[in-house]
């Protein structure tokens, strides 16, 4: 009789642990949408919108590009 696994099986499976290169890239891309989160937060509370327009979405943007986000 051949083994099958059912989903309770497959699900707790044990999994490869990831390669160190994936893990510095997980963490450094983690990063950089956290340093942009806070950019976006920033330019929302200084400049008190409830909104986002077009031009708000372009500044956002504009900051992120400048600061290499």
């Not at 989160?37 to 400048?66: C, W």
């Amino acid at each position: 009789m051949a083994n099958v696994l059912i989903s309770e099986d497959w699900l707790s499976a044990p999994t490869k642990k990831p390669s160190l290169l994936a893990r510095l890239l997980r963490v450094q891309v983690e990063t950089r949408q956290r340093r942009a989160d806070r950019v976006v937060e920033q330019y929302i509370a200084t400049h008190g919108l409830h909104k986002l327009s077009d031009d708000a979405e372009r500044q956002i943007e504009r900051l992120l590009f400048e600061r290499g986000q």
